[in-house]
């Protein structure tokens, strides 16, 4: 059995106590010294377990008076018609992010509710700073796309439990019960790998970011294996580019080159399942150092496009999230918790729609090669 860390324990000592109120909004913590004492621990391990509560958002040092269990404000529970709701989302940009947007704002337009947007670029200690800043607002609900690798948040869950309705979109938390709307991404995903291995593809590979600690990038690579049946392909390449937007060009070569490199060791791969719309950019690009063509050598489809950034005419064939109704769900699931609607669907999953483009072909035995 693998052993604890002593600044672990003691961070969940009184993690559990917060959660749990035994320690309640704007009592006082022991300070360092004291956790030494009663835990029979070195400054530094104490130091480091009051970082971590810090860290979460969990705690507050103020300097001269001692540490302090941050304050919630209380859920105002409005019912008339200045609502105030926060929205946070880790960027926005044409392929993914501005049509949920579009639709939290038209449907809060409907319902007279007025809205705070921030942007975190991917960053935790960003997430963090933007929801307590609007709590302390005095917001009636957050509306949140955490960042990449979030699978859970001591922050949000601790405002969740504390009674501060939240919708989480895209990306959801696993094993709770914070609401969300986001794509069917297992799904979509299966029925897109089934779509390619009707047309003929037999030896395909999934690209991603790691999709390890995002629900979204998991739950497609999911999809996708229990949809193929080839296991002597590599079914995955996990690149080192994360799902933020400043990537160094470094990094970006450096991945290109990964995804060339597994080109040139499995010859055989005749299509690349890229889990969003900058990875198949990066693959269409070392498919093109390579020589190769798109879609006659090997297909690539993705998660959504930016048709504004294709060069040379070509359209990725991708899956399209339904991101205005996302939006328009979101806001609508917001508004009925605040109001009290004990019947409000708090797991809402959308249905992807396959769109046909130009970089998949249809390869049946005996047919000539036909652009989908």
């Not at 933007?130 to 949140?144: E, K, Q, T, W």
């Amino acid at each position: 059995m693998k052993n604890v860390p002593l600044y672990q324990k003691i961070f969940d000592h009184y993690y559990n106590k917060i959660i749990t109120g035994q320690i309640k909004e704007g009592e006082q913590i022991c300070t360092e010294k004291e956790i030494m004492e009663k835990f029979y621990v070195s400054r530094i391990t104490a130091k480091r377990a009051v970082d971590m509560l810090a860290e979460r958002g969990l705690v507050t040092r103020i300097p001269g008076r001692g540490t302090f269990v941050t304050m919630t404000p209380k859920v105002r529970h409005n019912f008339d018609d200045d609502k105030l709701i926060g929205i946070i989302f880790s960027d926005i940009e044409y392929s993914f992010g501005l049509d949920i947007l579009k639709g939290i704002e038209d449907e809060a337009r409907e319902r007279n509710i007025h809205i705070l947007f921030r942007r975190t670029f991917e960053s935790l200690e960003r997430e963090n700073e933007a929801i307590n800043s609007m709590v302390h607002r005095g917001v009636d609900g957050l509306i949140i796309q955490t960042v990449h690798g979030e699978t859970y948040s001591d922050v949000i869950l601790k405002l969740y439990l504390n009674g501060l309705p939240i919708v989480l979109v895209d990306r959801h938390m696993d094993k709770t019960k914070v609401p969300f709307v986001t794509t069917n991404n297992f799904k979509a995903a299966f029925d897109t790998t089934k779509y390619l291995i009707d047309l003929g593809y037999r030896n395909i590979t999934f690209v991603s970011a790691s999709p390890e600690y995002t629900s979204t990038l998991n739950d497609r690579y999911r999809g996708f294996k229990a949809a193929i049946k080839n296991d002597r392909t590599p079914d995955l390449l996990t690149l080192e580019t994360p799902e933020i937007r400043e990537r160094s060009e470094k990094m970006i070569n450096r991945d290109i080159n990964n995804i060339k490199q597994l080109l040139e060791e499995n010859p055989k791969i005749d299509c690349i399942f890229a889990a969003e719309a900058y990875v198949a950019k990066l693959a269409h690009r070392a498919v093109k150092k390579l020589n190769l063509k798109v879609p006659d050598d090997i297909g690539i489809v993705c998660f959504d496009t930016d048709e504004r950034e294709l060069n040379g005419g070509t359209s990725f064939t991708h899956i399209e999230q339904q991101q205005y109704e996302m939006g328009v769900i979101a806001m609508k699931t917001i508004d009925e918790i605040i109001k009290g609607n004990a019947d409000v669907k708090t797991d809402n999953l959308i249905d992807g729609i396959i769109i046909e483009g130009d970089t998949v072909i249809r390869k049946q035995k005996g047919d000539k090669d036909e652009k989908i």
